[in-house]
């Protein structure tokens, strides 16, 4: 036992003191460890984001690329995001070009879809 | 028949509560009425005071049996169950709550501050300079080496750690050491900006500090895992509290158990915040709370959050000497723990000398580092007194 009641109180306060500076030096020596193991990983992903700070990214000037057949896989669908943009802005097909068209990914549950399927078609 | 009449009225006298409530329990109903007063018109805490005073009033009602023990074994002859609130204190008694709660602190902690900025985790280690010193103080009161340890903890300004090391080492004292833990945790606007203010200059307290780095996704993943395993395998005993703790950040930070995740920080969080707050209160009986070394524990509590601020600013001093004047030592403070009021104080004293500054989340940092400093803490006096 470390603290009996017959101790003398010196001696409780000795063993305390000793407590507090085990306690602390542990305190500190694990948060340090980690402080330092954080330095380490840091140190891990510098390069990557140290390459990605300094190399600013160069925009390529976009080429048009007249729409074909042989580039596009289904020219309806073009025509078709096309003229809904055009309709949903209230202009005219000739006023912008279509340079991409990408499929995002679903972000929603099903039933948001659902519901927001269900609010266009009332528009319409 | 009006013999009949008499003796019916006399059995439901006698039966009644009023009968039997003895003037401890009065006072402790007065206790419970001033946490519940607390709670609700002067909000501290009151996520928890709440709970704390109800169930201490609960459990101050006579007759009423809501803490009492099972006689008997189950399934036997004579068996009569345990009090509603006995089966629930199981959760504390056993150390189930505490980690459970320590799963939504993680989930609700973005350790990025303290990842960016790893020098500011020994902000965190300081600060728990305040359990120790009053440790010494309770040994020195009389208390035994378990008691002054619980009594400690509650400078960890940790609710959760200071019931799972209480509930270990000293269960007797279980109520007064929580409810002056939450009663100085909801204190620490009141407590911190004094002393921050008398151990700092001016010219310190103005300092504005560099903006933190970005943190990638891979150091935060990666962070709860390391220190899991480091942690634990220093000290097993704190395995529990800093596991559970890690757990809930990488349910956050992984980006692939968002449901899990928010469930850890809600629901999960605010039942067993229910069970723990009502059955820690319950605790407090007269037997056991109204003694004198319930008014010292408060004393010595109040010490403790004093000295861990103190020992914060006073490294913070240190490292604004050291980094010539990078760092705030405003911030050394939020090392107590207390997430994240702590980290708040530092952020309000420091805009009331120059009010563009944001200290926010240069304090987190020493704030987050200082839940890990205490589980430390606690796992290490677990492993001395356990």
Do not use: C
């Not at chain 1, 007249?66 to 006023?95: F, K, M």
């Amino acid at each position: 036992m470390l603290f009996t009641e017959t101790m003398p109180i010196g001696e409780r306060f000795l063993n305390s003191i000793a407590i507090t500076i085990l306690g602390m030096l542990v305190v500190f020596a694990v948060l340090i460890i980690i402080a330092y193991s954080l330095e380490l990983l840091r140190i891990m992903f510098k390069d990557k984001n140290t390459i990605e700070k300094s190399v600013p990214e160069k925009k390529e000037p976009v080429k048009l690329v007249p729409v074909t057949q042989e580039n596009v896989e289904d020219i309806d669908l073009i025509l078709l995001i096309t003229a809904a943009i055009a309709a949903d802005e209230g202009s005219s097909t000739d006023d912008f070009f279509v340079r991409s068209i990408k499929p995002l990914a679903q972000k929603d549950t099903i039933w948001a879809s659902a519901g927001r399927q269900q609010n266009m078609s009332k528009k319409m | 028949m009006l013999n009949t009449l008499l003796e019916g009225l006399k059995q439901f006298l006698g039966n009644m509560g009023f009968a039997a409530i003895t003037p401890g329990q009065v006072i402790m109903l007065i206790v419970s009425f001033i946490l519940l007063y607390l709670a609700i018109s002067k909000k501290f805490e009151p996520l928890l005071l709440l709970p704390i005073g109800f169930g201490m009033f609960l459990a101050n009602l006579p007759l009423a049996g809501l803490m009492a023990e099972p006689v008997g074994t189950l399934g036997q002859e004579g068996f009569q169950a345990g009090g509603l609130l006995y089966y629930l204190y199981l959760g504390v008694k056993l150390g189930i709550y505490p980690p459970l709660i320590f799963m939504g602190v993680g989930a609700m902690t973005d350790f990025g501050p303290l990842i960016a900025n790893p020098k500011s985790i020994l902000l965190g280690a300081a600060a728990q300079f305040g359990i120790f010193t009053v440790f010494i103080g309770a040994v020195l009161l009389g208390f035994t080496g378990p008691e002054a340890a619980s009594i400690g903890i509650i400078g960890g300004a940790d609710g959760p750690t200071a019931i799972f090391l209480t509930s270990k080492l000293a269960p007797d004292l279980l109520g007064p050491i929580a409810v002056a833990a939450y009663s100085y945790m909801a204190l620490v606007p009141i407590i911190q900006p004094p002393i921050m203010r008398l151990l700092t200059t001016k010219e310190e307290r103005s300092v504005v500090m560099e903006q933190l780095r970005p943190v990638s996704k891979k150091e935060k993943v990666i962070f709860p895992i390391f220190v899991t395993a480091l942690v634990s395998l220093i000290l097993p005993s704190a395995a529990p509290l800093v596991g559970m703790l890690m757990l809930g950040n990488l349910l956050r930070e992984s980006g692939v158990t968002e449901r899990l995740s928010k469930t850890a920080q809600n629901e999960l969080m605010n039942i067993v915040t229910i069970f723990l707050g009502v059955t820690v209160g319950a605790t407090a009986n007269a037997e056991t709370f109204l003694k004198p070394q319930t008014l010292m524990i408060i004393g010595l509590g109040l010490l403790a959050f004093s000295f861990g601020t103190t020992a914060g600013v006073l490294l913070g001093k240190l490292m604004y000497k050291l980094t010539g004047g990078k760092v705030n030592p405003l911030i050394g403070s939020a090392g107590v723990s207390a997430v994240p009021m702590a980290a708040r104080v530092s952020q309000t004293v420091g805009q009331e000398e120059n009010p563009s500054n944001f200290l926010l989340m240069h304090a987190m940092g020493p704030n987050v580092a200082g839940v890990i400093g205490s589980a430390v803490a606690a796992g290490l006096l677990l492993s001395i007194f356990g």
